[in-house]
C-alpha cells in the first residue's frame, strides 16, 4: 500500500512563502496522478493543484484562487511531491493533504486512494 507524509506546514505573515513536502513510500504508479488538497474548519475539503505524469509528459492544473501564487512539481521517480506557497493570504489558511491516484487527475477527493495524514498551514493578516 501507498503511504504519503507531508510535512513543511506552518505559520506565516500575509505576503510570506512555504514549501509543503510529501514523501511516497511504498509504491507509486507508473503513470498517475498526485495533488494537494486543503481543508479549512467549516469547509469542505477542495482541490489546489494537481499534477499528471504519462509516458508523453508531466502536466499540472490549479484552482483559480491559487493560479499565479502556487506551484506544484515532483521529482524524477514520482517519490516526493512539493507545493510552492508564494504571496499567502489569510484564507489559504487549511490543513493540507497530498494524495494520489492511478492514471488521470481530478480534483473529486473521492477519487484519490491514498492520502497523506494533513500538515497544517496558518497565514495571519
Known amino acids: 500500500q501507498v503511504h504519503l507524509v507531508e510535512s513543511g506546514g506552518g505559520s506565516v505573515q500575509a505576503g510570506g512563502s512555504l514549501s509543503l513536502s510529501c514523501a511516497v513510500s511504498?509504491?507509486?504508479?507508473?503513470?498517475?496522478?498526485m495533488g494537494w488538497f486543503r481543508q479549512s474548519p467549516g469547509k469542505e475539503r477542495e482541490g489546489v493543484a494537481t499534477?499528471?505524469?504519462?509516458?508523453?509528459?508531466?502536466?499540472?492544473s490549479y484552482a483559480d484562487s491559487v493560479k499565479g501564487r502556487l506551484t506544484i512539481s515532483r521529482d524524477n521517480t514520482g517519490k516526493s511531491l512539493y507545493l510552492q506557497m508564494n504571496s499567502l493570504k489569510p484564507e489559504d489558511t487549511a490543513t493540507y493533504y497530498c494524495?494520489?491516484?492511478?492514471?488521470?487527475?481530478?480534483?473529486?477527493?473521492?477519487?484519490?486512494?491514498?492520502w497523506g495524514q494533513g500538515t497544517q498551514v496558518t497565514v495571519s493578516s
Open positions: 494524495a494520489a491516484k492511478r492514471l488521470s487527475c481530478s480534483f473529486a477527493d473521492s477519487q484519490f486512494a491514498y
Open positions: 511504498g509504491y507509486t504508479y507508473s503513470a498517475g496522478c
Open positions: 499534477i499528471y505524469s504519462t509516458y508523453i509528459g508531466v502536466y499540472s
